[in-house]
């Protein structure tokens, strides 16, 4: 089954801690995107990644930080420097030439 | 900036009612317009879009958007919504000079069907 799968699904970390976010793609996408969503404000780039061991901020990359060593896989951590972590991640990807991007299903990160 | 504004951000409609979904983008070059669905758990899936041609495009689910260049719209109609249709809403806009692949979102809108 093709597709975009992040893990875990909920995530609880206390203030202070960093956490990675997993993202995995068997679709052989080159790009790579991950998004914050919060409710009334859409979906915002934090980070992105056209190919491999390369990657650019997005529109609020600040306490955030990604790597992508490998085609299939773009973890993002959130820093203790992100002031308002709490909120829901959606990591996406696309292939070449194409600008339609497809989703995986999330994760619900919690920080307390 | 560039930006997208979705004006409706939580619609209530009854079954088999008309929907229509505002959506209007701040840029003055050629543009890949977009909507995308995000049901009640689920994934947040493509739902139409639009590149060149028929400014007409029909999408999944009975859907359709109709891009207007002279506004800088792409509104989202559907003529009977379904119970089913209850989701979340977001227009998307790729501007294609200068943007290195970055899709840009609105807001979202709610949309509620009561069956």
């Known amino acids: 089954d093709g597709g975009i799968t992040q893990s875990p699904k909920y995530l609880f970390r206390k203030e202070g801690q960093n956490v990675t976010l997993s993202c995995e793609q068997n679709l052989n996408h080159d790009a790579m995107y991950w998004y914050r969503q919060d409710p009334g404000q859409g979906l915002r780039l934090i980070y992105y990644s056209q190919i491999v061991n390369d990657f650019q901020k997005g529109d609020i990359a600040e306490g955030y930080s990604v790597s992508r060593e490998k085609k299939e896989s773009f973890p993002l951590t959130v820093t203790s420097a992100q002031k308002n972590p709490t909120a829901f991640y959606l990591c996406?990807?696309?292939?070449?030439?194409?600008?339609?991007?497809?989703f995986g299903p999330g994760t619900r990160l919690t920080v307390t | 900036a560039q930006s997208v504004s979705q004006h409706n951000h939580h619609v209530i409609l009854s079954e088999a009612a008309s929907l229509e979904l505002g959506c209007n983008y701040s840029y003055g070059g050629t543009v890949n317009l977009f909507w995308y669905v995000q049901y009640p758990g689920q994934h947040l899936q493509l739902l139409l879009k639009?590149?060149?041609?028929?400014?007409l495009v029909k999408g999944i689910k009975g859907f359709e958007a109709e891009f207007i260049k002279s506004k800088f719209s792409f509104n989202l109609r559907k003529p009977s919504v379904q119970w089913s249709d209850t989701a979340e809403y977001f227009c998307?806009?790729?501007?294609?000079?200068?943007?290195?692949?970055?899709?840009?979102f609105g807001q979202g809108t709610t949309l509620q069907v009561k069956p």
């Open positions: 998307a806009v790729k501007p294609l000079s200068g943007n290195t692949g970055k899709l840009i």
């Open positions: 639009y590149f060149s041609g028929d400014p």
């Open positions: 996406a990807s696309s292939p070449t030439g194409k600008d339609e991007q497809y």
